[in-house]
């Protein structure tokens, strides 16, 4: 799995994926010469999961990618190539050989090898790679007969406490089971991804694990794993799995064709309900997401939702921050009506939104030239919310992405760098690339770099 860390003592997270190597055969065919059953109470316990691993291991896959990664060279400038690659587990959700994976396992990579239960092998290809929810869609190639499936369930019905398998490949020494309980759902402050939802887990998984499956006792899919907290790069018990549903809604615009995922959006803003703000609003207890900026004409100012109302579910789910709405907003389709729970001076009622595409152009290219004043040389592309949401970022940002800089010219002297957002010159909030035009000398500018803002004045 890929790492990053906290400035704390403790690491974030590490994706379950390896580097790559020659995948190792799995081990074939389960054996059902002891009929068993799987545990239901705490002396089955005592009995076995093989009925379980009999119904979902035959269908998840070990995966092996290579790519090559460009870079230049730092002291003569050349440009160089190295071979890369990673390992990964994933599942095989039709019987004609669609694999669902995390998309870091095949991110960049240009030879995709699958290595089923049995043996076999097959090339793949990506038909989608969704990196805000970490899924990836492949298609098995050469594919003769039909292949086990698994069956996904994305119903939601899990509740903290149920048992549950995690199958996978970790550091590719072949298919692996591991168990263990849901230990919390609808993980949304994880540091993963601001549209992400996850099921967390104590079931040991490591790198390698990425892609592979979490099922529950029923043998059918709930989660695909995707990353762990660590300190050592190992199991430590903290796992956490993207929810079948969101599974579920990636599949769909893989098999519908799409080349992406888009997702609707309400159109709404908000901060978390912290126990301050529940005391003063005279509720029972922290709950919800407190609106607090709503886009002018988008699905919820449409339904009626106004600034200061409370959201507290969608569609009877629970909501309890930004992630969570941007979660369960994100596994529905474009135009669909959701019910929004909410509370308003301490009344509680409800209204129903049809969720939209992201108003504004999604396409990211080169952006526009700044032809004149003290930031001549510079290209950029003027934020919408389909543009900013596309680039990972909140969608009700505004501003100039910046794209390219010339080297030599006063934006390049004075520090501006690709992915910075210029926000407003003297004042004036920014909103096309013309509009840089009239920046001079002595201009104060205001950008966004990595979540901070910045305040300057060009020299």
Not at 41 to 53: E, L
Not at 75 to 96: H, L
Not at 281 to 309: F, H, K, S, W
Request: aromatic share 4%; charged share 20%; glycine share 14%.
């Amino acid at each position: 799995m890929k790492t990053s860390h906290l400035a704390i003592a403790a690491a974030l997270m590490v994706a379950a994926c390896g580097q790559s190597q020659p995948t190792k055969a799995q081990e074939g065919v389960f054996s059902e010469t002891q009929p068993r059953i799987a545990p239901t109470d705490a002396g089955a316990m005592k009995t076995s999961f093989a009925p379980v691993v009999r119904i979902a291991a035959p269908a998840v896959v070990n995966i092996a990618a290579r790519g090559v990664q460009q870079g230049r060279d730092p002291f003569w400038g050349i440009p160089t190539s190295r071979q890369t690659g990673s390992i990964g587990s994933g599942v095989i959700v039709r019987a004609d050989g669609l694999v669902v994976t995390n998309a870091h396992v095949v991110k960049d990579m240009r030879e995709i090898r699958v290595t089923l239960n049995d043996r076999r092998e097959f090339p793949a290809r990506v038909l989608l790679a969704d990196e805000r929810s970490d899924i990836a869609v492949l298609q098995l190639e050469d594919v003769q007969g039909e292949l086990p499936v698994i069956r996904i369930d994305d119903q939601e019905e899990q509740q903290v406490g149920d048992l549950v398998l995690a199958i996978g490949n970790p550091f590719g020494v072949g298919q692996t089971v591991t168990n263990g309980i849901i230990s919390a759902l609808n993980r949304t402050d994880t540091g993963i991804s601001d549209a992400g939802s996850f099921i967390q887990t104590d079931a040991p998984i490591n790198p390698g694990n990425s892609g592979g499956a979490l099922v529950d006792m029923d043998g059918e899919l709930i989660g695909i794993n995707t990353a762990i907290f660590s300190r050592s790069g190992g199991a430590s018990g903290v796992g956490f799995a993207v929810p079948a549903a969101m599974v579920r809604r990636v599949l769909d615009s893989a098999t519908g064709g799409e080349t992406r995922v888009v997702r609707p959006w309400l159109g709404v803003k908000g901060e978390a309900v912290s126990a301050d703000m529940a005391r003063s609003l005279g509720l029972e207890r922290p709950q919800g997401l407190m609106v607090t900026n709503l886009y002018d004409g988008g699905p919820g100012a449409r339904a009626g939702i106004e600034e200061g109302d409370v959201i507290i579910a969608i569609d009877g789910a629970e909501v309890n921050d930004q992630g969570g709405l941007n979660y369960r907003i994100g596994t529905k389709q474009p135009n669909d009506t959701v019910a929004v729970t909410l509370l308003r001076d301490g009344r509680r009622m409800s209204v129903n939104a049809r969720v939209t595409q992201l108003p504004g152009e999604a396409d990211i290219g080169k952006g526009e030239v700044v032809g004149q004043g003290a930031l001549t040389g510079l290209s950029g592309m003027a934020l919408n919310p389909a543009r900013a949401d596309r680039m990972g970022g909140d969608p009700f940002t505004t501003g100039v992405f910046v794209t390219a800089i010339q080297r030599g010219s006063i934006a390049h002297r004075i520090g501006l760098r690709p992915n910075d957002v210029i926000v407003s010159l003297d004042g004036r909030a920014v909103t096309s690339v013309a509009a840089l035009n009239r920046a001079a000398r002595g201009s104060e500018i205001v950008i966004v770099r990595g979540g901070r803002q910045l305040n300057g004045r060009i020299p």
